[in-house]
Antibody, heavy 122, light 108 residues
Framework: QVQLHESGPGLVKPSETLSLTCPVSAYSINTGYYWGWIRQPPGKGLEWIGSIYHSGNTYYNPSLNSRVTISIDTSKNQFSLKLRSVTAADTAVYFC???????????????WGPGTLVTVSS | EIVLTQSPGTLSLSPGERATLSCRAS???????LAWYQQKPGQAPRLLIYGASSRATGIPDRFSGSGSGTDFTLTVSRLEPEDFAVYYCQQYDTSPFTFGPGTKVDIK
């Protein structure tokens, strides 16, 4: 059973960069599939941030595109999120998750990490 | 961007009752690329339905999905105590992939 678990600082200062990693266990990300990031502000709904393929191909939500970089490290079996120039509006629980394939009909999320709360505050 | 609207916002029901949740898209979701998730407080969402009507692995058959185009429905035939949660729909037809605002099913 594939497992994901987000890790990174729980507190980031305004204007700085939020950085999270998602180590994957019980599955080699080099095998395939897309891997994604989703966030959820406290008490609110879900927002897809972006996704990456094991080859490094990425696609992002245009609403965050200019501030987001998602990367993958197959040697460490993990993928990462960087969100630049954060504000209080970026305070949220951040989830990493897996798409179950790499075709057009596979861009839902079948496995999720437990999520990590990142607060943006000075 | 495809905007998803879910109704009702809150559904108050008793265990054993039937729950019917609606998800409407601002434009047609082709090939029924619509998923449903369940989320409980402090937990990650759990995939229930994909392809509008296919149950994910391990999901009980009291959960069913239907619909096409712009109108989709999640039905829970008989609510169990563990089914009281928030339910989200998600379209994955067109990037950016978007979620609905959620329907909370609480105990009456």
């Amino acid at each position: 059973q594939v497992q994901l678990h987000e890790s990174g600082p729980g507190l980031v200062k305004p204007s700085e960069t939020l950085s999270l990693t998602c180590p994957v266990s019980a599955y080699s990300i080099n095998t395939g599939y897309y891997w994604g990031w989703i966030r959820q502000p406290p008490g609110k709904g879900l927002e897809w941030i972006g996704s990456i393929y094991h080859s490094g191909n990425t696609y992002y939500n245009p609403s965050l595109n200019s501030r987001v970089t998602i990367s993958i490290d197959t040697s460490k079996n993990q993928f990462s999120l960087k969100l630049r120039s954060v504000t209080a509006a970026d305070t949220a629980v951040y989830f990493c998750a897996r798409h179950p394939g790499n075709g057009p009909g596979d861009y839902y999320f079948d496995h999720w990490g437990p999520g990590t709360l990142v607060t943006v505050s000075s | 961007e495809i905007v998803l609207t879910q109704s009702p916002g809150t559904l108050s029901l008793s265990p054993g009752e039937r729950a019917t949740l609606s998800c409407r898209a601002s434009q047609s979701v082709s090939s029924t690329y619509l998923a449903w998730y369940q989320q409980k407080p402090g937990q990650a969402p759990r995939l229930l339905i994909y392809g509008a009507s296919s149950r994910a692995t391990g999901i009980p058959d009291r959960f069913s999905g239907s619909g096409s185009g712009t109108d989709f429905t999640l039905t829970v035939s008989r609510l169990e105590p563990e089914d009281f949660a928030v339910y989200y729909c998600q379209q994955y037809d067109t990037s950016p992939f978007t979620f609905g605002p959620g329907t909370k099913v609480d105990i009456k």
